[in-house]
Structures are given as C-alpha cells and as structure tokens.
C-alpha cells in the first residue's frame, strides 16, 4: 500500500528556520514532490526531488533518501506569508501523485 | 506559471443529481489530472488521462465518475447521482511536455457542495 507520514501541524517564528519531515513508503517511488497549499486555494509546486541530497531553490531547500524513505522541506528566514500547509507527495510508477496529509505550518511573529 | 482554468468555481447541488466539472488546461500538456480534497483532509487522486484516454485510475474513481474531453481542449469531470460524501475540492492539473521534472500544476479547484 501507499503510506504518506508528516507532522499535522508545526509552529515557528518569523525569520527562524523551520524543517518539515516526511516519511514515505510506497511502490513504483520516482520522486518526490512537495507542494505549498494556502487555505482555500490550489496545491503550488514547490519543489521535486528524484535523486538523493539537498536541493536549494531560494528560501526553500528539499532533501530526499531513497534508502530510508525520508524527505524533509527547509525553510529559511521564515516570512508571514509562509504560513501555509505544506505537502508531501510521492510520485509513483503509474504518474500519480499520492499525498501526505499536509504539514500546518504557522508562523508567528 | 501555466494557467489551468477550472468552472464552475462553486457548484451546490442535490444529493442525486449529475454534475459536470469543466477544466479547460493549456494546449501543450502531456498528461491531465483530477484530484479531489474533502475538507481538512488529504489531496487524493482520482484519474490520469493521457493520449485522450484513461491511463490510470484510483479506487474512488467508480462507476459514479466518468471523464471525457467533450470538444479537444475542455476535459470534463461527471458525476452521476452525487452523495453527501462528494462534497469537496476538485482539482484539475497537467503535467506539461517540455518540463523535464514530472511537475502537476494545479488549476484553481472547484468547491462542490452536495446538500
């Protein structure tokens, strides 16, 4: 089966580092995706990893370990308008994109 | 960032009545996805379709749902004799053909209310 795990909700202060994790067990894995989602609104993509490491994009970074089925999403200098769900998804064999439950994340100032 | 376009952006209906979701993606998309979101849960997949047929399929996706692309460039999303349970989010995405990287872009969603 397909099983998507991360943290429900996260609190963390403007301009801090957040780190939010995601565990994954599924089969076919290609990559994984994670998404930011304001509330009422569409998943936007925020980043997809294939290979093993640490990809940075600006503010956002996204790590990924095929071997321990781990990926986590960084933040830095944490803004107000980053509070949002984040989510997790994997990317399977058949194209489909199987998703987490969505990390909350709030940002206080 | 490529623009999905859904319609209606809010549709009530009566339980058992027959809806019709519209998504209308841009013109270079490979595949094309809907996804539905129940309130305070996860996003789940509901089909892929891919060379104007269904490439795959999820378990919610019964006799209920059908998909079609009525005109070349519009995909519709039907549902027969709706229930209360399909009160959600649906979401249309593609996944374009020059972005090597598998990304979905997510339309806007259409937020159906079953009463």
């Known amino acids: 089966g397909q099983n998507i795990d991360q943290p429900t909700e996260m609190t963390a202060t403007e301009g801090a580092i957040v780190q939010i994790n995601c565990t994954y067990q599924?089969?076919?894995?290609?990559?994984l995706f994670w998404y930011q989602q304001h509330a009422g609104e569409a998943p936007t993509f925020l980043s997809y990893?294939?290979?093993?490491g640490l990809e940075e994009k600006g503010r956002f970074s996204s790590f990924l370990s095929r071997s321990k089925g781990y990926s986590y999403l960084l933040l830095k200098e944490l803004q107000m308008k980053d509070s949002a769900s984040y989510l997790c998804?994997?990317?399977?064999?058949?194209?489909?994109?199987?998703f987490g439950g969505g990390t909350r994340l709030m940002v206080k100032p | 960032e490529p623009e999905v376009t859904q319609t209606p952006s809010h549709q009530v209906t009566q339980m058992g009545q027959e809806v019709i979701l519209r998504c209308v993606p841009i013109?270079?998309?490979?595949?094309f996805y809907w996804y539905r979101q129940i309130l305070g849960q996860k996003v789940e997949f509901l089909v892929s379709?891919?060379?104007?047929?269904?490439?795959?399929k999820s378990e919610i996706f019964d006799d209920q749902f059908s998909v079609e692309r009525p005109d070349g460039s519009n995909f519709t999303l039907k549902i027969r004799s709706t229930k209360l349970e399909d009160s959600a989010m649906y979401f249309c995405?593609?996944?374009?053909?020059?972005?090597?990287?598998?990304?979905?872009?997510f339309g806007p969603g259409t937020r159906l209310t079953v009463l």
């Open positions: 998804a994997a990317h399977n064999a058949g194209n489909m994109l199987t």
């Open positions: 599924t089969s076919g894995f290609n990559g």
């Open positions: 990893n294939v290979l093993d």
């Open positions: 013109s270079n998309h490979l595949y």
């Open positions: 379709f891919y060379n104007n047929e269904i490439s795959e």
């Open positions: 995405a593609v996944r374009l053909r020059d972005r090597g990287n598998n990304e979905q872009f």
